[in-house]
């Protein structure tokens, strides 16, 4: 295999692996021999287990990640709960993500490192977000960028990881709007066909 299909096969392997064991029983070894590669290989490109994990995940969480410029705030409201929904719905991630969150509750090392590359991730996806609402004027000034972050990541979160309940479109578009009246949005503009055209003059 060419250096890059080797790293791809690693990526993978890695995740296949988390998901049937867990981060606890995780071995560099069980991940080569998944791969197809030495360790050497896998040592080659990550220091540790942990260092694997969390280049994985956090390359894996950002992969797919189409740019998120609709023009407006709900629309990139709308675009990102879809995305968040399609990832997290993934029969891997639904299996990793929770066995991590365990693990983290009992390992100070995973836990700290887990928080550091997501809260980034959190703060590089939702920060841009927000940014771009408050230069459209759709978002005041003065947003908690922290606060605004953790309202727009939490809601989702909540309902797919932890409640494990599939959330319909109808929901997402609820959601939407609540986060953007949440953060003090401007109110949503009518769409052409949504205004009373004037009758015919008589």
Same mark, same amino acid.
Request: charged share 20%; no cysteine; net charge positive.
């Given at each position: 295999?060419?250096?890059?299909?080797?790293?791809?096969?690693?990526?993978?392997?890695?995740?296949?692996?988390?998901?049937?064991?867990?981060?606890?029983?995780?071995?560099?070894?069980?991940?080569?021999?998944?791969?197809?590669?030495?360790?050497?290989?896998?040592?080659?490109?990550?220091?540790?287990?942990?260092?694997?994990?969390?280049?994985?995940?956090?390359?894996?969480?950002?992969?797919?990640?189409?740019?998120?410029?609709?023009?407006?705030?709900?629309?990139?409201?709308?675009?990102?709960?879809?995305?968040?929904?399609?990832?997290?719905?993934?029969? +891997?991630?639904?299996?990793?993500?929770?066995? @991590?969150? $365990?693990?983290? /509750?009992?390992?100070?090392?995973? =836990?700290? &490192? #887990?928080?550091?590359?997501?809260?980034?991730?959190?703060?590089?996806?939702?920060?841009?977000?927000?940014?771009?609402?408050?230069?459209?004027?759709?978002?005041?000034?003065?947003?908690?960028?922290?606060?605004?972050?953790?309202?727009?990541?939490?809601?989702?979160?909540?309902?797919?990881?932890?409640?494990?309940?599939?959330?319909?479109?109808?929901?997402?578009?609820? +959601?939407?709007?609540?986060?953007?009246?949440? @953060?003090? $949005?401007?109110? /949503?503009?009518?769409?052409?066909? =949504?205004? &009373? #055209?004037?009758?015919?003059?008589?």
């Amino acid at each position: 295999m060419l250096r890059g299909e080797i790293t791809t096969a690693i990526r993978k392997a890695l995740m296949q692996e988390l998901a049937a064991v867990g981060y606890g029983r995780l071995s560099i070894e069980a991940v080569a021999r998944r791969a197809g590669v030495s360790k050497t290989a896998v040592y080659r490109r990550w220091s540790s287990k942990l260092e694997l994990v969390l280049e994985t995940v956090v390359a894996a969480a950002g992969s797919k990640l189409p740019a998120l410029d609709t023009g407006s705030l709900r629309g990139d409201l709308n675009l990102l709960f879809q995305v968040v929904t399609h990832a997290l719905r993934h029969p +891997l991630a639904s299996q990793i993500i929770p066995d @991590l969150l $365990a693990e983290a /509750a009992r390992n100070p090392t995973l =836990d700290q &490192a #887990l928080q550091q590359v997501l809260r980034s991730k959190q703060q590089e996806i939702g920060g841009r977000l927000v940014e771009r609402a408050v230069r459209r004027g759709e978002l005041p000034a003065g947003v908690d960028l922290d606060a605004a972050i953790d309202l727009i990541v939490g809601p989702l979160y909540w309902r797919l990881a932890i409640a494990r309940s599939a959330p319909t479109d109808a929901y997402l578009e609820t +959601l939407v709007e609540a986060v953007a009246t949440g @953060l003090a $949005a401007a109110p /949503a503009v009518p769409r052409q066909r =949504d205004v &009373a #055209l004037p009758g015919p003059a008589v």
